[in-house]
């Protein structure tokens, strides 16, 4: 079936730091791929919608210049949260359509990336 | 009125009993319906897509109404492991993916 990874799972930086974020589909292309945040005991909430050789498209109320998408491939988005603060601290997840199915195929979710800042 | 509603739970059964879950969602022109499980601390994993004509994976049957506008989801047989949060994910147009809020289930002993 479809795989999406992402990396890295976990990472702890310092106030002001960026972090990079990469999200992969493994064995199919995605012109499309999603970004979503998740607070603890909180639902997923999208934050872009990253599209290939194009800019990203953000949800009301995510700062662009924060949260750099860079979809330079057909199978690999990227996010990086720029001077991270720690109440940027959350689990970052993506996704990316993909199968068999073409336009009914599923999202496939990356196993997320949890951001700690200290 | 949001696109996706889905009662939060949470939702406490005994082991061996069966549960059902429903989702509402108001854009008649939806295209896919897929039901997700997701563990504490873990991405959301398909657990099934769901067909106009209903459709079974073992202890689990998905189904649609498009008439009323929802989907369900039911689980026969309750084990401790189906313990998580169960989301529904609605496709509109244009390659837009709305989420319901999820339903705790926890299975008790």
């Known amino acids: 079936g479809a795989v999406v990874s992402q990396h890295p799972s976990w990472v702890i930086c310092k106030s002001g730091t960026s972090v990079k974020i990469e999200c992969r589909s493994l064995d199919f292309q995605a012109t499309t791929m999603f970004w979503y945040r998740q607070f603890p005991k909180q639902s997923l909430m999208l934050m872009a919608t990253?599209?290939?050789?194009?800019?990203?498209?953000?949800e009301q109320g995510v700062e662009k210049d924060k949260f750099l998408i860079n979809h330079a491939s057909l199978t690999l988005s990227t996010l990086t949260v720029t001077s991270a603060h720690p109440e940027d601290s959350s689990f970052y997840i993506c996704s990316a359509r993909g199968g068999l199915l073409g336009f009914y195929s599923p999202l496939h979710f990356g196993n997320g990336t949890r951001l700690t800042v200290t | 009125r949001k696109e996706v509603e889905q009662d939060p739970g949470p939702f406490n059964v005994p082991e061996g009993a069966t549960v059902a879950f429903n989702c509402t969602y108001s854009n008649s022109a939806s295209q896919s319906f897929f039901w997700y499980r997701q563990d504490c601390r873990k991405e959301p994993k398909l657990l099934m897509s769901?067909?106009?004509s209903g459709n079974e994976d073992g202890r689990f049957t998905a189904q649609l109404n498009r008439a009323s506008q929802y989907i369900s989801l039911l689980i026969r047989d309750s084990k401790l492991s189906d313990s998580a949060t169960y989301l529904c994910v609605v496709e509109g147009a244009g390659n837009q993916f709305y989420f319901g809020t999820g339903t705790s289930l926890t299975v008790i002993p």
């Open positions: 990253s599209n290939e050789g194009s800019k990203a498209t953000y």
């Open positions: 769901v067909y106009s």
